[in-house]
């Protein structure tokens, strides 16, 4: 099992555990389950009926999806957490994608002033990107992350194995994340693609190598989220570089219901490769082609719809609004447009 260690700016520390093997989930929580905790998990529901037997906590079942991470539902969280007398000494879990993390993480930081929580991403994107770094938020009126806190879960049990109940084009969904990390980063770019292309183009995880493979770029994703937020936790400076092709994903996700998180991340960063003349463009895009991933905005959006959205992103400041260009793999820079 890889373990990498998230010690931030705020000394709060999360332990981050990557493996692949189901069966190492039990043994797992004998070490890191205190037996005389009290553990409450916000487990998705199509999760809890895929693993459910895998997790013997007291549970509260969440329906992951986007118009769910609102102030109701967490709300409602928050009067079971009371209903079931949870004290400020629980341990609460999230276990799901990143919607369920990102709501448990949020409840977690206010429910009595804040209570521990611990996170069991089972989504290729909340593994390599919503579980890590410690943000968590609600989306408002269809806007996105609109209230959130940054507050760091104990622990991450990443375990691969989770995967295996996606079909490939839902897994995929997760990739743009990836690639964002890989272009922001420089070093694995190339390799994860052709990798993720191959792997598209054939059996999932289907030789011990390409599961190594697998953990391979899903450890170096969550190593290279990781470095930015040991710099930078409260994201006022190079974490925000993390936001690669986010500033038009989440105008898309906004303007439309009809893609995911993930592959209106992918569209992002087509716009933000434009933006800065990056030369691996048709790369890229291919890429993204070959991964069954959208390239291009529905037809019924417009760009002007797209900027009317971008009025209400919540990085705007003194009427600008930030963006991330892609000038090349590993140069990534700021600049900001004047509303
Ligand atoms: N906090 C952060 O730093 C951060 C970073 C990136 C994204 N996010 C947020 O993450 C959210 C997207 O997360 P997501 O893509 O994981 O979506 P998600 O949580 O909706 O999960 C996607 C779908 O997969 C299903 N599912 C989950 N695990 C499964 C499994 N093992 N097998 C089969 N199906 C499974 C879920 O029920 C859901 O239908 C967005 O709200 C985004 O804003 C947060
Ligand atoms: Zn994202």
Known sequence: MEKIKLQTGSNQNCDIFVTHNLSHTPTFFQEYIAPTRRYMAVIDEKVEQLYGDLFPFEKIIFHADETNKSWTIAGEIIQQLIEKQADKDIFLLGIGGGIT??????????????????????????????AIGGKNGLNILEFKNMVGTIRQPQWIYANTSFLKTFSKDKLYQGIPEMLKVFLIDGNDYFAAADFLVRQYNGELFATEEEVQQWIYFITKAIEIKCGFVRQDETDGGSRRLLNLGHTYAHAIEHCTQQYTHGEAVGIGLIFAAQQGDFPHLNHLIHTLQSCHLPCSLPTNLTIKDLHAAMLQDKKIKNQRLPFIILKDVGNVTFAEKQL
């Open 101 to 130: 993390t990102d709501i448990t993480g949020f409840v977690a930081s206010i429910y009595k002033r804040g209570v521990d929580f611990g996170f069991i991403p089972t989504t290729l994107l909340a593994m390599i990107d919503a």
